[in-house]
C-alpha cells in the first residue's frame, strides 16, 4: 500500500490535495499537519475525509515542522486519537505517554537525521517492549551504501518473526531510494510517497504516480526480479522509465530502479547486490563504465576492445558485461544512411566512409568502435591529446587535435561529448562551415532530441541522427539481454521523447 505523504501550509490547500489524491484512487494519505501555518482545525480535516489518514506532527528534531509547544503538540495527538484517526504515527519515546484508545493502530517511529545507528535491534526491541506499535517505523539517514544494506537485513530479518509489529526501515536520501521502492519485498506493511513532485517532503521520498505508475509499487512481491543502472548522479536517467515501461507492457514480475552510487561504493555495491536485492542485470553509466569491468567475471570481447562497459547480467556468482552503446549507434547510422535497417549478412553502406568522431569518452570509444567494426576510416578528435591518442591507438583509429576538427572531409560527423546538451542548447561542437550537404550528423546528446549541431546539419541538407535513437537502441538491446524478449523500439521512442517534452515543459 502507497501513503501519500500531503504536507502543506494551509489548511485549504490541505482539504483540495486529499480530495485531489482520493479522486486519483488513492487510499491512504499521510497528513503532516505540522506543516500547517495555523493551529490545526481538526474539525475543517477529518469529518468526511476522503480516504483513510495516519495523522502525522512531526517536530523539529525528527525532521518535521512544528513550531508549538511539546506539550501543545501531545495534545494534539490525544485529540486526534479520540477523534478516530485510522492511524495516528508517534515517536519511539512518545509513544509510551500516550496509551491505546478506540480503533486507531499506532504507528511508533524512530527518526535519525544524522546517521544509521549501528544496532537497530535495540530500537526494535525498545518499541516492542513499551511502544504499543501496530507498525514499527525506522528512519534513518544512511552515510553508505552499507548502511543502506544492514537497514535492508534488519527490515527482512524483522518481518520474518511471526506474531510482531510489521517493521518499514527507511534509508533516507538518494542512497537509500530503494528501500522506499523495495519495501514489500521484505514486508513493510507500506511505504511513504510525495503529494507533489515538486516539493521535497523528505530526501528521497518519490513521487506517488511514479512510485505507483512506473514502478508498480503494489505489484512487488518477494518474487519480483529486479534491475537497475548505476551512475552518479543517477536522478536524470530515463531508463529507469523505458525498462519499468517495457515490463509493464509484458506484464512481467520485473522492477528497474535508479542506483545511485559513489564512485568509491562500487566495491560495495558489487558486494551485496545479488546478496541483498537478487539483482539481475544493470545498467552502467558514468562514472562507472570502465571501473566495472574488473567486477565481472566474462566480457564480450567488444567490452574488452572498447574498455567499456554499459550492461550486466547477472546469473548466479557469473556476472557478464556488454556493452550496447556500439551496436546501437553503429545500427541507427547505418539505417539512416541506408534509409532501412541493413542486416548483419550484408555489407554495410558505412564501409570505406570516412568517419570524424568528437570525444574520446565512453560514447566516443563505442562509436569509433562501432563505426570500425563496420569497415569506416574512423577519426578520433579529443581536446585532451594525450587521452585522445591512447584512444585512437588501441581502437585501431587516426587522432586529430580538437582545433583540427573541422579541417577533414568525411562522410560522417559523430558528436560524443555533451556539447549542446541542456542547458546549453546553444552550443555545437562544429561550426556550420565545416558541415556538407550529403554527410550523415550524429549526435549522441538526447536531450534535446535536435541539437543546435543536428539543426545547422538540417539546414545543410544533411542527414541527421539523435541520440535518441542510440538510447533507444541500447535500451532495446539491454531488455533482450535482461529478459531474453524483444520490445519495440517505437514504444520506447514514444516514452522517451513523451518524457522529454514533459522535462521541457
Ligand atoms: P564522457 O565519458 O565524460 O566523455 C565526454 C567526452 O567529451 C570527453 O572526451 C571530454 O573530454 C569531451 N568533452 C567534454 N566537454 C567538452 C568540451 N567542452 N569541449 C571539447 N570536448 C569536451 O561522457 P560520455 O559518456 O561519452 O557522454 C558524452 C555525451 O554523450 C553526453 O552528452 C551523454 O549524455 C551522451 N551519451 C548518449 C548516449 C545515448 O544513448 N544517446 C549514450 C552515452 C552517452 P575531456 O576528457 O577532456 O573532458
Not at 556493452?323 to 534509409?339: H, M, P, Q, V, W
Not at 566516443?364 to 585522445?388: N, Q, T
Request: aromatic share 8%; glycine share 8%.
Amino acid at each position: 500500500m502507497i501513503c501519500v505523504t500531503i504536507a502543506c501550509g494551509s489548511h485549504k490547500r490541505m482539504i483540495e490535495e486529499w480530495q485531489n489524491l482520493a479522486n486519483d484512487r488513492v487510499k491512504f494519505v499521510e497528513l503532516r499537519l505540522d506543516y500547517l501555518r495555523k493551529t490545526p482545525e481538526l474539525h475543517r480535516l477529518l469529518p468526511n475525509r476522503p480516504s483513510a489518514v495516519l495523522a502525522t506532527v512531526r517536530r523539529k528534531s525528527d525532521g518535521g515542522s512544528w513550531k508549538g509547544s511539546e506539550d501543545e503538540r501531545l495534545k494534539l495527538l490525544r485529540t486526534l486519537i479520540a477523534e478516530g484517526v485510522e492511524y495516528i504515527d508517534l515517536e519511539s519515546d512518545v509513544a509510551p505517554k500516550i496509551p491505546r484508545y478506540g480503533k486507531t493502530k499506532r504507528v511508533v517511529s524512530y527518526h535519525n537525521m544524522e546517521e544509521t545507528p549501528e544496532d537497530l535491534d535495540a530500537i526494535r526491541n525498545d518499541i516492542l517492549a513499551h511502544g504499543d506499535a501496530d507498525v514499527i517505523k525506522i528512519a534513518t539517514t544512511p552515510k553508505s551504501l552499507e548502511d543502506v544494506y544492514r537497514l535492508i537485513a534488519f527490515m527482512k530479518k524483522s518481518n520474518r518473526e511471526k506474531g510482531k509489529p510489521r517493521t518499514l526501515a527507511i534509508a533516507m536520501t538518494e542512497l537509500g531510494f530503494l528501500t522506499r521502492v523495495l519495501g514489500r519485498k521484505w514486508g513493510a506493511p507500506y511505504t511513504y510517497a510525495s503529494f507533489s513532485d515538486r516539493r521535497l517532503i523528505a530526501p528521497g521520498l518519490p513521487f506517488y504516480k511514479t512510485l505507483r505508475d512506473v514502478y508498480r509499487y503494489d505489484e512487488i512481491d518477494s518474487d519480483t526480479e529486479v534491475f537497475g543502472v548505476i551512475a552518479d548522479p543517477v536522478a536524470h536517467s530515463l531508463s529507469p522509465l523505458v525498462h519499468n515501461s517495457a515490463f509493464a507492457a509484458q506484464e512481467m514480475n520485473r522492477v528497474y530502479l535508479p542506483f545511485r552510487v559513489p564512485a568509491s561504493e562500487l566495491d560495495s555495491f558489487f558486494n551485496n547486490a545479488t546478496e541483498v536485492f537478487n539483482l539481475k542485470g544493470l545498467s552502467v553509466t558514468i562514472p562507472h563504465k570502465t571501473a566495472v569491468i574488473n567486477k565481472l567475471t566474462q566480457l564480450d570481447p567488444a567490452v574488452e576492445m572498447i574498455n567499456a562497459c554499459n550492461t550486466v547480467v547477472f546469473d548466479g556468482m557469473n556476472r557478464y558485461g556488454y556493452n550496447t552503446d556500439y551496436i546501437a549507434a553503429a545500427l541507427c547510422i547505418e539505417t539512416a544512411i541506408a534509409g532501412r535497417p541493413v542486416p548483419m549478412s550484408e555489407k554495410s553502406p558505412l564501409n570505406g566512409m570516412g568517419a570524424m568522431v568528437l570525444g574520446a569518452g565512453g560514447a566516443g570509444k563505442a562509436l569509433a568502435y562501432g563505426l570500425s567494426e563496420r569497415g569506416a576510416r574512423v577519426i578520433i578528435a579529443d581536446r585532451d591529446v594525450d587521452k585522445g591518442e591512447q584512444v585512437a591507438k588501441s581502437l585501431g583509429c587516426e587522432f586529430c587535435p580538437w582545433e583540427e576538427r573541422g579541417g577533414y572531409v568525411v562522410e560522417i560527423l559523430a558528436n560524443c561529448t555533451p556539447i549542446g546538451m541542456f542547458p546549453n542548447v546553444d552550443e555545437s561542437p562544429m561550426e556550420l562551415k565545416s558541415l556538407r550537404g550529403g554527410m550523415t550528423v550524429f549526435d549522441a546528446v538526447y536531450n534535446p532530441e535536435t541539437t543546435y549541431l543536428l539543426r545547422m546539419a538540417r539546414e545543410k541538407g544533411c542527414k541527421i541522427v539523435s541520440g535518441v535513437e542510440m538510447f533507444v537502441g541500447q535500451a532495446c538491446l539491454q531488455f533482450k539481454l535482461f529478459t531474453g524478449k524483444r520490445t519495440s523500439a517505437s514504444f520506447m521512442r514514444q516514452i522517451v521523447r513523451k518524457e522529454l517534452s514533459a522535462i521541457h515543459e
